[in-house]
């Protein structure tokens, strides 16, 4: 993937408020894309007499420190489609679901987006717990991922199922953990060879014990290791 440089900022003040930094650090005070910077120790204002002008006029500005600057690998859009259809599963494709095009990436690609989420469905690739995975939804899968990886940019696999199958939360008796790393196990075989495309365990898993997830994401990262897939693996954290 290509990368370029950024500054990392953390918001630390609103407009007209005191704040107060740790030693000399770089404070900026602006908004949108207009801002000026000072060099501050201890305390200070987030206004414009404190930094010397008003680089807004007009509009609410915030006080950001710097917390550094480092190598942005990616810059990504979600593609979505794939996981429509939630109350119809598996459901029909063109109907209940469709998958991105690639020339929807191209788009975004020709913006500057290296990245591209892919969200698509368990229990379409995998109609049934600890078996093959269908052969026409592999294929629409694998057919975006390699169209689009062969452009250059960079692909994160996203299973939109929220930690669920069939809403059977994993982890549970209906779904064990042992299906869940099989199912990771047999995606990571089939794209360990390509170093574009990153895994990406679950989104958005809610509504089960911390410890829960927690169990079921070793599971799946152990199963991925194992296929000697060594692909980056994004592993999200439980919602509520």
């Known amino acids: 993937a290509t990368s370029t440089t950024s500054s990392v900022w953390l918001t630390i003040a609103k407009d007209s408020a005191a704040f107060t930094v740790s030693g000399t650090r770089t404070v900026r005070y602006g908004a949108g ?4 910077e000072k060099s501050v120790s201890g305390s200070g204002q987030c206004t414009s007499t404190f930094f010397g002008r008003d680089p807004a006029a007009g509009v609410a500005k915030v006080c950001q420190l710097l917390q550094g600057t480092g190598t942005l690998l990616w810059r990504g859009v979600s593609l979505a489609g794939a996981e429509f259809g939630e109350g119809s599963l598996p459901g029909t494709y063109g109907s209940n679901y469709i998958y991105p095009s690639a020339d929807s990436a191209t788009y975004y690609k020709n913006k500057g987006m290296n990245l591209v989420r892919l969200s698509f469905r368990c229990e379409r690739l995998q109609p049934t717990l600890n078996q093959v995975f269908d052969a026409n939804e592999l294929s629409r899968l694998t057919g975006f991922v390699n169209a ?51 895994f990406g365990l679950m989104n958005e898993p809610n509504s089960m014990p911390t410890e829960q997830w927690l169990s079921g994401a070793n599971a799946a990262l152990a199963a991925i290791r194992s296929a000697n897939a060594s692909n ?9």
């Open 232 to 240: 980056v693996v994004f592993v999200g954290g439980k919602t509520k």
């Open 33 to 36: 894309s207009t801002w000026v």
């Open 148 to 198: 689009v990886t062969a452009t250059g940019q960079t692909v994160l696999l996203d299973p939109h199922n929220y930690a669920r199958y069939y809403g059977n939360v994993i982890g549970s008796s209906a779904v064990p953990n042992s299906a869940y790393a099989d199912f990771w196990r047999r995606l990571a075989t089939q794209f360990k060879g390509n170093p574009r495309v990153i």
